[in-house]
């Protein structure tokens, strides 16, 4: 699967129609299911412009005063973790992509954009609904069975459509000159719905992993004093000497990966990959958990083994797959990357993590449910 997407050009690098999302919720304006043509091409240029490698060194401040605040929130009230992760992703991409400060979970921008992603994560799921496998459904008048995806696809379009038109609106006085204003728009609001729950789950995974494995934990705590002044707080520029801490964000990609399954891609002609033939217009949906999980009889795939990214030759790092493969990786890669390993960092070096505790004092199991949508 990775040799096939990474090595054969932008052979796939379209985007399957899904009649519910890129149809009826429109989507098929934002980045992410925009199909390759001219369109793709200009958001991939304004994203360059902004979310390059180089480019997302002018956020490196927002980035740690926002994780260092997410570290004050969990001091107050650790119990509301998830909130506050969520809130801490929303200021951050907020920040950086529209200028925006948030403060609370309840504002109007985070409540947009939550309720309108909840929708969008479920849409972009093949097979959600029967209508994108059996297209000329769409034709089916809504008072006959199986057509609530019009309900769905109508009320979810009304969702995105006010959230990427209201943030649009507050920073259009600020539009780059020469830049369609429609494909910025898109543009913008795409780097929230890439980044918001893809960030957040990644946290929670890593918070969630820590309580489970605290001798893992342990470890991370101990490079992060050794490397660490006293009363100084983790930086960027400290991600190159914490090989620990980032082996355990490398690790929690592979245990729970944000996406089990990558939006589906279509072929753009017919092609010959080693004895197999494909035609144009094949559907490609990555397994993104089975590469993941592959069989290893050093460090089995159920094995929390954050060691394996620090061995002479290393598990290959799942940042080269998780956020998809060659033309259709996520555009916030490296504002995510860089975001999730300050809070992973800030936080292993303040707080201890571990289950919750019962009344008689015995540690409760944790017990995780995860959503069905297309972000875990």
């Not at 091409?41 to 927002?62: A, E, G, M, N, P």
């Not at 033939?277 to 089975?290: A, D, H, L, Y």
């Amino acid at each position: 699967m990775q040799a096939l997407l990474a090595k054969t050009g932008n052979m796939f690098c379209s985007r399957l129609h899904l009649v519910v999302a890129s149809e009826l919720m429109d989507l098929v304006n934002s980045t992410a299911l925009a199909p390759f043509g001219k369109r793709w091409k200009s958001h991939q240029k304004f994203i360059h412009v902004t979310f390059s490698l180089s480019s997302i060194r002018k956020y490196d401040r927002v980035l740690e005063d926002v994780a260092f605040q997410f570290n004050e929130a969990l001091s107050r009230t650790s119990e509301d973790f998830v909130n506050h992760s969520q809130l801490t992703v929303g200021h951050i991409i907020m920040n950086t992509t529209y200028g925006i400060s948030v403060d609370s979970p309840n504002d109007q921008y985070i409540f947009k954009a939550k309720e309108a992603m909840t929708m969008v994560s479920c849409a972009t799921v093949l097979g959600a609904f029967l209508v994108d496998l059996v297209p000329s459904f769409k034709y089916l008048p809504t008072w006959t069975p199986f057509t609530s995806f019009h309900h769905i696809g109508h009320h979810g379009r009304s969702l995105v459509a006010k959230l990427v038109e209201t943030l649009f609106q507050y920073v259009k006085c600020e539009i780059a000159q020469n830049v369609f204003e429609h494909n910025v728009k898109w543009v913008c609001a795409s780097m929230y719905a890439a980044g918001q729950e893809v960030i957040s789950s990644s946290i929670l995974n890593m918070i969630m992993a820590m309580a489970k494995y605290s001798e893992k934990m342990k470890i991370a705590q101990a490079e992060l004093d050794e490397v660490l002044s006293t009363d100084c707080h983790p930086t960027i520029a400290d991600r190159k000497n914490l090989l620990y801490v980032h082996a355990i964000i490398k690790e929690t990609l592979c245990w729970h990966p944000p996406l089990p399954m990558d939006i589906a891609q279509c072929s753009l002609e017919d092609m010959q990959y080693n004895k197999y033939f494909i035609s144009k217009g094949t559907i490609v949906i990555p397994n993104i958990w089975n590469i993941a999980h592959q069989a290893d009889e050093v460090f089995p795939p159920d094995m929390f083994a954050s060691e394996q990214f620090l061995q002479p030759n290393p598990t290959q790092d799942p940042s080269e797959y998780c956020f998809g493969f060659r033309c259709r990786v996520c555009p916030g890669k490296y504002l995510a990357e860089n975001s999730v390993f300050l809070i992973t960092a800030l936080v292993l070096s303040a707080f201890d993590i571990s289950p919750a505790v019962a009344p008689d004092g015995t540690k409760i199991p944790i017990s995780v449910q995860y959503s069905s949508g297309l972000v875990r």
